[in-house]
């Protein structure tokens, strides 16, 4: 598969960069691609919710009234769920979200959604993305250049670029 490259400015460059049809030609499993984003969203739960139990209340454990005679129900403890500041009954306790997947339906996933962008027509190739100081207004004429001012975009680069971090991080809809 054939894509144009582009310069910094959105204009064509006349050369076409070549993609791997085995990443950018599959055919899509959408499955895969929402498993791989479920396991995203479990992960990013802590799982710390928690309150306490009878047991884990700090108070006497003395019998508060006398068994028969009150004309009330019979209360062996504070701690009771029952009382004001008592134990919570089947309270939430801390659980482990995550979910395992295997590494090639990962894959598969990556892949299907390369896929589905590449049909989208929605890559793009740009050459000397590169810049001397850390400036937002710079990034935000590359954007504008590249006709991506109001979208959402995810640049990835050959290797770290500080100076494009510090100039794009300050912007909404940018990941990189």
Not at 148 to 157: A, I, P, Q, R
């Given at each position: 598969?054939?894509?144009?490259?582009?310069?910094?400015?959105?204009?064509?460059?006349?050369?076409?960069?070549?993609?791997?049809?085995?990443?950018?030609?599959?055919?899509?499993?959408?499955?895969?691609?929402?498993?791989?984003?479920?396991?995203?969203?479990?992960?990013?739960?802590?799982?710390?919710?928690?309150?306490?139990?009878?047991?884990?209340?700090?108070?006497?454990?003395?019998?508060?009234?006398?068994?028969?005679?009150?004309?009330?129900?019979r209360?062996?403890?504070?701690?009771?769920?029952?009382?004001?500041?008592?134990?919570?009954?089947?309270?939430?306790?801390?659980?482990?979200?995550?979910l395992?997947?295997?590494?090639?339906?990962?894959?598969?996933?990556?892949?299907?959604?390369?896929?589905?962008?590449?049909?989208?027509?929605?890559?793009?190739?740009?050459?000397?993305?590169?810049?001397?100081?850390?400036?937002?207004?710079?990034?935000?004429?590359?954007?504008k250049?590249?006709?991506?001012?109001?979208?959402?975009?995810?640049?990835?680069?050959?290797?770290s670029?500080?100076?494009?971090?510090?100039?794009?991080?300050?912007?909404?809809?940018?990941?990189?």
């Open positions: 598969m054939k894509v144009a490259v582009l310069d910094i400015k959105g204009k064509d460059t006349g050369r076409k960069a070549d993609l791997s049809d085995a990443v950018y030609k599959i055919e899509p499993n959408n499955h895969a691609i929402y498993l791989d984003v479920k396991q995203y969203r479990t992960h990013q739960r802590q799982g710390t919710h928690k309150t306490k139990e009878r047991a884990e209340i700090v108070g006497s454990t003395r019998k508060i009234k006398k068994q028969k005679g009150t004309g009330t129900a209360a062996g403890s504070i701690k009771s769920p029952i009382f004001r500041g008592g134990g919570r009954i089947f309270g939430p306790r801390p659980k482990d979200y995550s395992k997947l295997n590494k090639n339906l990962k894959r598969l996933a990556r892949k299907s959604a390369l896929s589905i962008k590449s049909q989208e027509k929605a890559i793009m190739v740009v050459e000397d993305f590169n810049f001397e100081t850390p400036k937002t207004k710079e990034f935000i004429q590359v954007l250049g590249l006709g991506l001012e109001n979208k959402k975009s995810l640049f990835v680069l050959g290797d670029n500080n100076n494009v971090y510090l100039s794009s991080r300050n912007l909404g809809g940018s990941e990189n």
